[in-house]
């Protein structure tokens, strides 16, 4: 399995929820406030999701008991963790629901973003009880269930996580349901039906989610590389490049291209200045194997020390990376 990004990958939409409430009565299209993405709703743009995140922290400051103002934040944010890899923006999705859970227990929609910036955290067993209270309040909603397969999936209980996956493209199939069943399909030794099922998923991600588009054709990207065809893997994390710019898991992902031709030198120029930045440790891993293959063995330990002091981090801090600043300048 492509194990660098697994996380990123299947928090995108999730929302959840509690017991018995009077948002539960209600029809689950009622008690929503729309992902992101989604046709009626703004885009998943870089420039969309920064303005989404400045207009809603705007109103909270003004209304801190406005909870679609904190919905809407949450989902803005832990897009932007994933296409920043920004993991402390996904702490500051779960603070900005608290408030509101707090007053509002059952809020589904709250309760429902909670499980997913809980999962972006690595706190699986926390993602899995939210998305299991969510199931309680609303039976009929199947993203809960990929959260649950998702938490499971990364404990390594792959039992769970096969059922709940094939349990959610049951109840709903689409995009989120497709691209969970490709995991599944990765793992159990079948990559040319993970293939299948990454590409329908990115055939029914909405035109107005350019986030998912982008981060969809690098997971197909990653199968084509998985599976030695370097051009047909370049192309689409050049794609994902043009439809979001700086995406740091396609520059990843052209680096890994560079490094199978044997573009060694390429491929550490397209990683330091991510790894400058805000790089994760899979990122951090990848540059510290190129700078070996390179002969630079000192800056290679130097980084896989820095990638291994943060590896419980999803993103190593600009303080982080000034610890091992000047490598690539010796």
């Known amino acids: 399995m492509r194990k660098a990004g697994a996380i990123a990958v299947l928090t995108m939409l999730a929302t959840v929820g509690c017991s018995q409430s009077t948002v539960a009565r209600r029809p689950l299209a009622e008690a929503l406030v729309k992902p992101l993405g989604s046709p009626s709703a703004p885009s998943t743009s870089r420039e969309s999701l920064e303005r989404t995140r400045m207009e809603m922290e705007a109103r909270l400051k003004t209304a801190p008991d406005d909870a679609a103002a904190a919905v809407r934040l949450s989902d803005a944010l832990l897009r932007l963790a994933r296409a920043t890899n920004n993991s402390g923006l996904a702490v500051a999705a779960e603070r900005a629901l608290l408030p509101i859970l707090n007053r509002e227990p059952d809020r589904y929609d709250a309760r429902r973003m909670l499980a997913t910036a809980l999962l972006s955290q690595h706190r699986f067993r926390d993602a899995i ?44 199939p689409d995009a989120a349901s497709y691209a969970r069943a490709s995991y599944a399909q990765e793992i159990q030794g079948d990559p040319v039906e993970a293939l299948r099922l990454m590409k329908m998923a990115l055939e029914a991600t909405s035109p107005n989610d350019p986030e998912s588009i982008a981060w969809h054709h690098v997971q197909i990207g990653g199968l084509q590389l998985a599976a030695g065809r370097t051009t047909d893997a370049a192309r689409e994390y050049q794609h994902a490049l043009f439809i979001f710019p700086a995406h740091p898991m396609a520059i990843e992902g052209l680096a890994r291209v560079d490094a199978a031709h044997g573009r060694f030198d390429a491929a550490i120029t397209r990683l330091e200045p991510l790894a400058r930045d805000s790089a994760s440790p899979s990122t951090v891993m990848f540059l510290a194997q190129f700078l070996r293959e390179a002969g630079r063995e000192q800056d290679a330990t130097r980084y896989e020390r820095l990638a291994e002091a943060t590896w419980g981090r999803e993103t190593l801090t600009r303080d982080h990376v000034k610890q091992f600043a000047g490598l690539a300048r010796r």
């Open 129 to 172: 009880r939210e998305a299991e209270r969510c199931r309680q309040i609303q039976p009929r909603d199947a993203w809960p269930l990929g959260v649950i397969g998702d938490a499971h999936l990364e404990l390594g209980e792959y039992d769970q996580a096969f059922a709940a996956f094939q349990q959610m493209v049951t109840m709903r």
